[in-house]
């Protein structure tokens, strides 16, 4: 595992993933008129669809830096079912 994201270490991950969805979230709200809210909502769910990337990928790696070989399975497929229920 050589990614930028095991050399950085989780942390970082997570909080640039933050300010994806945080910067995303402020551009969708930006207008009210139609036709410029249209170009600012799809502009910020872009946005938010990059930080998708780095959240769906946190519990493998987060498994694999705490976990034993014998809990990481289990804890995956938990984190992984767990944020697909939203909690």
């Not at 946005?47 to 990928?57: E, P, T």
């Not at 014998?70 to 984190?79: D, K, L, M, V």
Request: charged residues 15%; glycine residues 6%; proline residues 5%.
């Amino acid at each position: 595992m050589n990614s930028r994201a095991h050399r950085i270490g989780p942390r970082y991950s997570v909080l640039l993933g933050a300010l994806l969805v945080a910067i995303g979230a402020a551009i969708r709200t930006l207008y009210t008129e139609e036709s410029k809210f249209l170009i600012c909502c799809h502009v910020g769910q872009f946005i938010n669809g990059l930080a998708g990337v780095m959240v769906l990928s946190m519990p493998p790696m987060i498994s694999a830096l705490w976990f034993p070989d014998s809990e990481r399975i289990f804890a995956t497929a938990f984190s992984q079912v767990r944020q697909k229920l939203y909690f």
